[in-house]
């Protein structure tokens, strides 16, 4: 096997002692024989510990003392990691056996594809899986509001999402990522941003890659399954401390990324976004209030940040401004390619 097919597997664990097993065995289960498994635990207490260790032996496990936040534990991860291609994970996705090889046949067959992403659907918290499927993502995209969300989410699956076609970006929950492309996007040796701490980190990176030139092809064949925690509907049921993030990671993504002509392409509808979430603070979710401290404490970091994303943009802001709808925006796939990579999915089934 070449050594451009070499893929690392990175997750983080938190908590993770319910779904980490299973998780873990369908990642070594897989039909890919280049590939090393990298997990760090962010100081977990709920014997998490005690499973990673039976799994020393066959992938790399490294300790943390506290809770760094997922995404400076994922970039200790890629730092340590030896592939061409590293495909994030999260502890609470199963894989279907051929996930990995699909991925990688689809994103070796153009240079510019950054990141690769599959259909994932619904999981239940007790890792069953509904005898309807449902959707979980095929891909992130952003409406006029700058809101991200997945693709399909809570969908009944009957069938769609069967093209291979250009996405905004992939979820880090089961996301391959070119090494050409983490070098590239990276700041200062960050790839997932460590302000975010946790949540949105995948979408930030995303709307980097996008803006620098990189491509995120989705592809049907390429299956697995997920337990979405974190929904549009459930933000009632979510620790204070999450919201809090997702505050201050909306703003902290839009101020770095963002560009005047895309802002004002779509001012009303971000103001009247902002307007809700800052009067939700103020007046019910008074945790999340501490999101505009740690932006203030912190704006010339951010500021820093903008100034190395927008110096290095390779698109202009029509292409962008093309990617922010209401619906889902998909390009199409170049024919050739679609015709290579069925033929492939093919191949692999007989």
């Avoid at 260790?53 to 995404?71: L, P």
């Avoid at 250009?166 to 929950?173: H, I, P, R, S």
């Avoid at 909306?250 to 809700?276: Q, V």
Wanted: hydrophobic share 40%; charged share 20%; net charge positive.
């Amino acid at each position: 096997m070449a050594q451009n097919d070499y893929v690392s597997i990175t997750i983080v664990t938190y908590n993770s002692g319910r779904f980490i097993k299973r998780c873990l065995e369908s990642v070594l289960a897989q039909r890919y024989p280049g590939k090393e498994v990298i997990v760090v635990d962010n100081a977990s207490t709920d014997g998490t510990v005690d499973i990673l260790a039976q799994f020393e032996d066959q992938c790399r496990i490294v300790y943390n003392d506290e809770n760094i936040g997922f995404a400076a534990a994922q970039n200790q991860a890629i730092a340590l990691s030896n592939g061409d291609w590293v495909l994030t994970l999260n502890p609470d996705v199963l894989l279907l056996p051929n996930f990995i090889q699909s991925l990688v046949d689809a994103g070796q067959l153009d240079s510019e594809i950054g990141s690769v992403c599959g259909k994932l659907l619904t999981m239940t918290p007790h890792l069953e899986i509904p005898a309807q499927p449902v959707v979980d993502s095929t891909g992130i995209y952003f409406n006029p509001m700058l809101r991200h969300l997945d693709r399909g989410s809570q969908q009944v699956d009957n069938g769609h999402y069967r093209q291979y076609e250009y996405v905004f970006g992939a979820t880090a929950a089961a996301a391959l990522y070119r090494r050409a492309m983490i070098d590239d996007i990276s700041l200062d040796g960050e790839f997932f941003d460590e302000d975010f701490f946790v949540y949105r980190e995948d979408a930030d990176v995303a709307w980097r890659a996008q803006l620098m030139g990189w491509k995120c092809l989705y592809v049907p064949s390429a299956r697995g399954y997920h337990v979405r925690k974190v929904l549009p509907g459930n933000r009632r049921a979510l620790p204070p401390a999450i919201n809090m993030h997702s505050v201050k990671n909306r703003f902290l993504m839009r101020i770095k990324n963002i560009s005047p002509g895309l802002y004002w392409r779509n001012c009303a509808a971000i103001t009247g976004r902002d307007i809700l979430v800052v009067t939700c603070c103020l007046v019910w979710e008074h945790t999340s209030l501490r999101a505009f401290w740690l932006l203030a404490r912190n704006w010339r970091k951010v500021m820093a940040k903008r100034r190395q994303i927008q110096a290095r943009r390779r698109v202009d802001d029509a292409y962008m401004a093309s990617w922010f709808q209401y619906a889902p925006v998909t390009k199409q796939a170049p024919k050739k390619l679609v015709r290579l990579l069925t033929r492939s999915a093919t191949a692999r089934s007989t």
